[in-house]
């Protein structure tokens, strides 16, 4: 390796800062071009609703036709909860939730940066926290009253925050925190929080990374607790965040299940369920039926899980959905799939990026790393870029105890947020908007393509050690 690539600048933070910015300044742009022509659309209606009633005072509660009002849980509330703090003092203005976006979607770019710091030089992090500052899928997103951008900001700064735990060797409080917030928004947010406890530590001390795994989700699970609370009291029935997990499985599972989403009068409502009216009550009806059903035809289900990850990570275009949806007159088909051809080419410069990373990487199996890497990489220029994906959890794996060494972090954090979403939507149902929380830690790992150097950065665990 060349002096001159050797003597590449190290991350400076100031960079960070000052691309945040620039991810907040499109995103206000988006906000300015769109507050007037794309009114709460799709899942978004919902959101608002339940958002303005919580500034009303009138809590997470919803009105029916007939002018009944029940206690509700079925969307997990942090995303409504934090827009109806914002709507009680400004306003129920949509325009609100939509800075609210701008601003995350700002704080998930710095976290990149901060993210591959670790391992990349000052031009690779700076191309990792422009991935996502620049991300066209996230930036038209920024618009949509919907989860998704809002939780992959979330991921961001909790791999930020066990990036900083690793680094100090101590303390994983923000971690958890993040994965609290986070778990009130995505709620299978909090099957990644032991991993990230886990990647925390310093390996070869297995006891303290059981232990940051388990405080880690304690915290996260503690954070929920209030409103779990809330759900026994009100809904009669102890829902950890949202009564939803029943009917997702039932959509992932039913006789008439296509790996994507179905609507229920197309699947049917099961006999058993019809005359169950509370909200909690049936979507554990729900989940029943789509057990028995997993268990009456097995293989029928393992069939749709290439279906489900295809729909997942082969493209995205849920900015594009979202805003034909809301307004086809200010956002037509044409300008729909303009988008989504720009975000299917981004997202998949970038997983390559990873794959390449993870290849270059000294560490065991080395060889093997490179014809995985180079095999699944394959699949980017096809309908399956599914494969690449699983491909770049697989590669991660093959470091070995190499996999949790600090200046690896990116990949290790990045392996675990896509295998984990993988296997979510492999369960349940799949859609391109699912795969958006993946892209800041796939960026962070992406950068680490340009570094000054293989050999380890020291990242505070000499003295560890």
């Given at each position: 390796?060349?002096?001159?690539?050797?003597?590449?600048?190290?991350?400076?933070?100031?960079?960070?800062?000052?691309?945040?910015?620039?991810?907040?300044?499109?995103?206000?742009?988006?906000?300015?071009?769109?507050?007037?022509?794309?009114?709460?659309?799709?899942?978004?209606?919902?959101?608002?609703?339940?958002?303005?009633?919580?500034?009303?005072?009138?809590?997470?509660?919803?009105?029916?036709?007939?002018?009944?009002?029940?206690?509700?849980?079925?969307?997990?509330?942090?995303?409504?909860?934090?827009?109806?703090?914002?709507?009680?003092?400004?306003?129920?203005?949509?325009?609100?939730?939509?800075?609210?976006?701008?601003?995350?979607?700002?704080?998930?770019?710095?976290?990149?940066?901060?993210?591959?710091?670790?391992?990349?030089?000052?031009?690779?992090?700076?191309?990792?926290?422009?991935?996502?500052?620049?991300?066209?899928?996230?930036?038209?997103?920024?618009?949509?009253?919907?989860?998704?951008?809002?939780?992959?900001a979330l991921l961001a700064l909790a791999a930020w925050a066990t990036v900083a735990a690793r680094r100090r060797?101590?303390?994983?409080?923000?971690?958890?925190?993040?994965?609290?917030?986070?778990?009130?928004?995505?709620?299978?947010?909090?099957?990644?929080?032991?991993?990230?406890?886990?990647?925390?530590?310093?390996?070869?001390?297995?006891?303290?990374?059981?232990?940051?795994?388990?405080?880690?989700?304690?915290?996260?699970?503690?954070?929920?607790?209030?409103?779990?609370?809330?759900?026994?009291?009100?809904?009669?029935?102890?829902?950890?965040?949202?009564?939803?997990?029943?009917?997702?499985?039932?959509?992932?599972?039913?006789?008439?299940?296509?790996?994507?989403?179905?609507?229920?009068?197309?699947?049917?409502?099961?006999?058993?369920?019809?005359?169950?009216?509370?909200?909690?009550?049936?979507?554990?009806?729900?989940?029943?039926?789509?057990?028995?059903?997993?268990?009456?035809?097995?293989?029928?289900?393992?069939?749709?899980?290439?279906?489900?990850?295809?729909?997942?990570?082969?493209?995205?275009?849920?900015?594009?959905?979202?805003?034909?949806?809301?307004?086809?007159?200010?956002?037509?088909?044409?300008?729909?799939?303009?988008?989504?051809?720009?975000?299917?080419?981004?997202?998949?410069?970038?997983?390559?990026?990873?794959?390449?990373?993870?290849?270059?990487?000294?560490?065991?199996?080395?060889?093997?790393?490179?014809?995985?890497?180079?095999?699944?990489?394959?699949?980017?220029?096809?309908?399956?870029a599914w494969v690449a994906h699983l491909g770049l959890g697989l590669s991660a794996a093959l470091l070995g105890?190499?996999?949790?060494?600090?200046?690896?972090?990116?990949?290790?954090?990045?392996?675990?947020?896509?295998?984990?979403?993988?296997?979510?939507?492999?369960?349940?149902?799949?859609?391109?908007?699912?795969?958006?929380?993946?892209?800041?830690?796939?960026?962070?790992?992406?950068?680490?393509?340009?570094?000054?150097?293989?050999?380890?950065?020291?990242?505070?665990?000499?003295?560890?050690?």
């Amino acid at each position: 390796m060349s002096a001159a690539i050797r003597a590449a600048p190290a991350p400076r933070s100031s960079d960070g800062f000052a691309i945040a910015g620039v991810a907040l300044a499109v995103r206000l742009a988006v906000v300015a071009w769109a507050a007037t022509r794309f009114p709460p659309a799709e899942d978004g209606k919902y959101y608002q609703i339940v958002a303005t009633r919580i500034a009303e005072g009138k809590g997470y509660t919803w009105l029916w036709p007939d002018g009944v009002v029940t206690y509700a849980a079925h969307y997990p509330v942090g995303y409504p909860a934090v827009l109806g703090a914002l709507y009680a003092v400004f306003g129920a203005h949509p325009t609100l939730a939509m800075v609210a976006n701008g601003v995350m979607g700002a704080l998930a770019a710095l976290a990149v940066h901060r993210v591959a710091s670790v391992g990349a030089n000052r031009r690779g992090a700076n191309v990792a926290a422009l991935a996502i500052a620049l991300h066209p899928g996230l930036v038209f997103y920024t618009p949509a009253i919907m989860t998704e951008g809002f939780a992959a900001a979330l991921l961001a700064l909790a791999a930020w925050a066990t990036v900083a735990a690793r680094r100090r060797g101590r303390g994983v409080v923000w971690t958890g925190i993040a994965f609290g917030a986070a778990t009130l928004v995505r709620p299978q947010s909090l099957l990644l929080a032991p991993c990230f406890g886990w990647l925390a530590a310093p390996p070869g001390n297995r006891r303290v990374a059981l232990g940051r795994a388990a405080a880690v989700t304690a915290i996260a699970v503690g954070a929920c607790l209030p409103w779990t609370f809330r759900n026994c009291a009100r809904m009669h029935s102890c829902v950890l965040v949202s009564a939803n997990a029943g009917w997702n499985l039932f959509i992932g599972a039913a006789p008439g299940a296509t790996g994507s989403w179905v609507a229920l009068d197309q699947l049917g409502v099961p006999a058993e369920c019809r005359n169950v009216f509370g909200e909690a009550e049936k979507d554990a009806c729900f989940g029943h039926a789509a057990v028995r059903d997993i268990e009456r035809e097995p293989g029928r289900f393992l069939s749709l899980v290439p279906k489900k990850l295809a729909v997942t990570f082969d493209y995205a275009g849920a900015a594009g959905w979202y805003l034909h949806s809301s307004n086809p007159g200010a956002f037509s088909e044409s300008a729909k799939v303009r988008l989504g051809t720009a975000e299917t080419i981004w997202e998949r410069l970038v997983v390559l990026a990873a794959l390449v990373a993870i290849a270059r990487y000294d560490g065991p199996f080395g060889r093997v790393r490179k014809g995985a890497a180079a095999a699944t990489s394959a699949f980017l220029f096809m309908k399956s870029a599914w494969v690449a994906h699983l491909g770049l959890g697989l590669s991660a794996a093959l470091l070995g105890r190499r996999f949790r060494d600090a200046d690896r972090l990116p990949a290790s954090l990045a392996a675990v947020t896509v295998l984990g979403t993988a296997a979510t939507h492999a369960v349940f149902f799949g859609s391109g908007r699912y795969s958006l929380v993946c892209f800041p830690a796939l960026a962070g790992l992406a950068g680490t393509v340009l570094t000054g150097s293989k050999e380890p950065r020291d990242n505070g665990e000499s003295s560890q050690r």
